[in-house]
């Protein structure tokens, strides 16, 4: 499940707003992540879609920085991407990085 804000946002006086809420403020996210991906697996969110969109979505609200130790602290298999001077950075949680990977011989 992805969550994002690069698509779906409008740019008013030079300023970027987000579609993407922060319940803590509602108000748009400001921050520069663009994109988080949590995977649905039995041991991090008992295979339920709806748990790992919500997660996604949360994720997206705290950024990276915050968002990465939310993430490793639950269990989360998450992809984070941000935007650091119009380049694409991608910053994985630990449980991501141990998933096994697709193989094709």
Not at 29 to 43: A, I, P, Q
Not at 86 to 98: K, L
Request: charged share 20%; with cysteine; hydrophobic share 35%.
């Amino acid at each position: 499940m992805t969550s994002g804000t690069y698509r779906h946002y409008f740019d008013e006086q030079g300023k970027r707003y987000s579609h993407v809420l922060d319940a803590r403020t509602g108000k748009p996210v400001t921050h520069n992540t663009v994109s988080v991906t949590v995977t649905v697996t039995v041991t991090v969110i008992n295979d339920n879609p709806t748990l790992a969109d919500a997660w996604s979505t949360a994720l997206l609200c705290l950024g990276r920085e915050s968002g990465m130790p939310a993430a490793d602290d639950n269990g989360i298999a998450a992809l984070f991407i941000t935007t650091h001077n119009n380049q694409f950075e991608e910053a994985a949680t630990y449980r991501w990085q141990s998933l096994k990977t697709i193989e094709i011989h």
